[in-house]
């Protein structure tokens, strides 16, 4: 990565010197904080790693780096391009080089061309997008390529048909944020950020690319571990035969390797499940995050139509009773003591999304250091390359759903939620589901936070249980308990409480603490915000010192 940055940036400072009347190509813009990462970012290929580890193709094209954007009224439908931004950061942060705000009344638009590789003619070429906050249409040569609704979760599209009959092809997208004047799903983005609520992330703020597939193509995999029968579940899903489409004969081949060694092989039809058997297996956990890997090809009348690469960790989460009596979360069917923070997601100059996987990777990287073995993904989905972070460097994380609606503080009394808005919280909480389903480092859903949104709780609780019987589910964190789910969750500011043990749910403190130590340089305003403020650094050490044993005991 280095040697591109420098180049760039010499181009940049060419640029500058020559043409002087002429902006620079890109730029962060003002910061209050910037973090170390921001200074390594190549503009013309930022996030350029593969984005889908849990099902990776050889082909493929990243679209992320400099497109056109346009801010316009809601209602326009012919934007005048205004300059440039870089894909994947939202237009709110300063590494996007525009760093401006958007009131639900605007709309972002953004464009870029593209050529199709050479060798890619006789393919179907699909459009995905890791993320994109909140309604997003596509468009491809002035034809629609359809519409999404929802911030955290990926999606694609067919563009095969779509495709003008020239060299360099255009994507026009048109993304409508109303953060929190609307009811969807948005965690803490708010429109005025203050305490412990943030700026929003609207528009594309993860990556896009390209990938060419044969009409016949693996569209999902689902990969579920057994270790107590010693074995590996997988489930190929192709599109048409899964659809019912008899002229289609599709068969699937299942390889699982433990380095270059051949453990376990199952060819059978898509849309079934295939029981791969693994003897003496290694099992995943926090110390010893060991990874199979998986290759899947996809073979149709006997000839092959496609290939990808997974991988796979042999663990279990159940709730059951410990060596002492009491009923706890179980690793393997054993207790490990969990302990880690509330990981927000939220950077100082790319806000929702990090400036590199570095840093990302980084972050996650301390966290172990520091001896924490889980974290809590706060009302927010990050990409698929961080969980596979997290898989890779055995790190546990309980999963919220992001929350939306009315915030309700303490109170008993569920929101009153319309059909249409219940249908768009389901659909978002199962697409979290479905594309995180294979992530080993995964073991917890966490539905509601604080009341946040929480409506008709045993029945969301009911649907997550049968939707995903591998996990365990949380049915709200802090506060407003119902009775259901597996995890009886307290929080309590700023010293620890633990809530009284039960014979059928695990008890949990999902939050606590919360001292604040402003460092000067360090901060993205004068004014502090913790829910304590501590003078130094042997204070702030001193005081978690002493939380940490009492919560021990």
């Known amino acids: 990565m280095k040697t591109p940055i420098v180049i760039a940036s010499v181009l940049l400072a060419t640029l500058a010197c020559c043409k002087k009347s002429e902006p620079l190509i890109w730029q962060p813009a003002d ?24 099902m990776q193709r050889k082909e493929w094209k990243s679209l992320n780096g400099l497109w056109d954007y346009a801010i316009t009224d809601k209602d326009n439908v012919s934007p005048e391009w205004q300059g440039k931004i870089l894909v994947p950061y939202p237009v709110e942060s ?50 629609e390529a359809g ?34 004047t609307g009811r969807q799903p948005r965690g803490k983005q708010v429109s005025k950020p203050g305490g412990i609520w943030y700026t929003s992330s609207s528009g594309i703020w993860q990556s896009v690319w390209l990938e060419p597939v044969n009409h016949s193509s693996i569209k999902d995999i689902r990969i579920t571990p057994d270790i107590d029968r010693s074995r590996i579940i997988v489930t190929v899903y ?136 889980m974290l809590r993904k706060h009302v927010k989905v990050e990409s698929r390359r961080f969980y596979y972070l997290t898989d890779m460097m055995g790190m546990l994380v309980w999963q919220d759903m992001p929350s939306g609606d009315s915030y309700i503080w303490g109170e008993m009394a569920d929101i009153d939620k319309s059909p249409q808005d219940s249908l768009q919280f389901v659909t978002e909480l199962k697409r979290m589901i479905d594309s995180k389903f294979n992530n080993p480092s995964i073991i917890m ?81 004068t004014k502090n915000w913790g829910y304590r403020n501590m003078t130094d650094s042997l204070q702030l050490l001193d005081r978690y010192t002493e939380f940490y044993e009492t919560v021990r005991k």
Not at 33 to 51: K, L, V
Not at 148 to 173: E, M, Q, R, W
Not at 475 to 502: K, N, Q, V
């Open 238 to 373: 192709d599109g048409s035969t899964c659809q019912g489409d008899e002229s289609e004969i599709s068969i699937a081949e299942v390889t699982v390797k433990e380095g270059s060694r051949i453990v376990a092989t199952s060819k059978g039809e898509v849309c079934k499940e295939m029981i791969l058997e693994i003897q003496n297996p290694v099992l995943w956990n926090p110390e010893n995050p060991f990874l199979y890997d998986i290759e899947i090809k996809l073979y149709n009348n006997e000839k092959l139509c496609d290939e990808v690469s997974s991988y796979a960790g042999m663990r279990k989460i159940s709730i059951g009773k410990a060596d002492d009596g009491f009923t706890r979360i179980l690793l393997n069917n054993s207790f490990l003591f969990q302990t880690g923070p509330l990981d927000q997601g939220f950077w100082p100059d790319g806000i929702y999304t990090p400036p590199t996987e570095k840093a990302m990777a980084f972050d996650l990287q301390m966290l172990k250091k520091m001896g924490f073995n």
């Open 147 to 180: 519409k999404h609704c929802g911030g955290y979760d990926p999606f694609s599209f067919n563009i095969t048909d779509l495709l003008a009959k020239t060299k360099k092809h255009i994507i026009t997208v048109k993304v409508w944020d109303p953060t929190d």
């Open 94 to 143: 300063a590494l996007s080089g525009v760093k401006t705000k958007l009131s639900d009344s605007l709309a972002l638009w953004y464009k870029t061309e593209f050529t199709i590789p050479a060798g890619w003619n006789k393919k179907e070429l699909m459009l995905n997008f890791e993320a994109s906050d909140w309604e997003t249409t596509v468009w491809i040569d002035g034809n």
């Open 445 to 525: 859903w966490v539905i509601f936070n604080e009341g946040w949104g929480q409506y008709k709780t045993a029945e969301m609780t009911d649907l997550v249980s049968t939707y995903d019987t591998t996990r365990v589910v949380n049915s709200a964190s802090g506060w407003t308990d119902r009775g259901t789910g597996d995890i009886m969750d307290i929080h309590h500011y700023p010293d620890p409480l633990a809530p009284e043990a039960e014979s059928q749910r695990a008890i949990v403190l999902g939050e606590y603490g919360g001292l604040g130590l402003p460092v000067t340089g360090h901060t993205w305003e």
């Open 31 to 54: 910061n209050p904080i910037m973090t170390r990462w921001a200074s390594e970012i190549d503009p013309t290929a930022p996030w350029p790693e593969y984005p889908r580890p849990a």
